[in-house]
């Protein structure tokens, strides 16, 4: 059994400034997501300039800390947000929800759409092949800071993580930077390396991380204020997650029917 790594949060003191590992990994999903959008940018079948990606990457940034920040506090913390409504601007306690960055980012994204003539899913379209930089950063992120604890192993792996309590746990935050982060990044680049149908590379996105998500929760340790929401196994996460491959599934399919109508 591993012992966790005991890792600083703080990356860098500047006398009353300190700099922790938690933003530095949202700073290097930014960048990441910046430098490949300029990269798809070049392709001929690709009509964005440089000024769009740029911008889109505003939009997503504002969508990704309000709509994180106010999905956790929705969606996991409620109770708390009733007894003091002003705790959705404790960001120093930390508290960050994917599906709440998700619905944050579609605001954005349709904003953006709007403003530069531009429907919903050609954007999604363009970006969903970014968002897996970000996602693995994010979890790099959880990692460090010591946050989504696994569950006990029945059977102790190599792998297996102390997270200070001398239980043998799944070390999760890593599952999902390498489903999430990793493996699906590889699937929407390889995917999307070639022109695809309208709304088609959005759907795998939902799909494809709904599923990942879904099945990595029963390796994370439930939200202690929540616990289980039912059946004594279904957590919030994935909770949540139902509605993305749903939704994945759905989009797909309307995406290949409208293929063979209009080949």
């Not at 009733?82 to 619905?103: A, C, E, K, T």
């Not at 043998?168 to 982060?181: C, F, K, V």
């Not at 022109?195 to 709904?210: H, K, L």
Request: hydrophobic content about 45%.
């Amino acid at each position: 059994m591993l012992a966790y790594p005991d890792i600083d949060p703080v990356a860098l003191s500047l006398g009353p400034l300190k700099v922790h590992w938690y933003g530095l990994m949202y700073l290097t999903g930014f960048v990441g997501a910046w430098f490949y959008g300029i990269q798809r940018t070049k392709r001929d079948d690709i009509n964005w300039t440089r000024k769009q990606v740029e911008d889109v990457i505003f939009y997503g940034a504002m969508g990704v800390i309000l709509g994180g920040r106010i999905g956790y506090t929705l969606f996991y913390n409620f109770p708390a947000f009733l007894d003091n409504p002003v705790s959705l601007f404790y960001i120093q306690q930390g508290g960050m929800s994917f599906h709440g960055g998700m619905l944050g980012v579609f605001t954005g994204l349709y904003l953006f759409g709007r403003k530069n003539g531009m429907t919903f899913f050609q954007v999604s379209d363009f970006i969903a092949p970014w968002v897996p930089i970000g996602l693995g950063a994010g979890r790099i992120g959880n990692f460090i800071n010591h946050e989504l604890w696994g569950r006990p192993m029945e059977t102790v792996m190599p792998w297996a993580l102390d997270y200070g309590d001398h239980i043998a746990r799944h070390p999760s935050s890593l599952y999902q930077a390498l489903t999430e982060g990793l493996l699906l990044f590889l699937i929407l680049w390889w995917y999307s390396s070639k022109p695809r149908p309208y709304m088609a590379i959005s759907a795998v996105f939902m799909f494809c991380y709904g599923s990942f998500r879904f099945i990595t929760e029963f390796y994370r340790t439930p939200d202690a204020q929540l616990g289980f929401i039912a059946f004594d196994w279904l957590t919030m996460g994935q909770l949540l997650s139902l509605p993305m491959i749903l939704f994945g599934m759905v989009v797909y399919y309307l995406s290949m029917k409208k293929l063979k109508s209009h080949p």
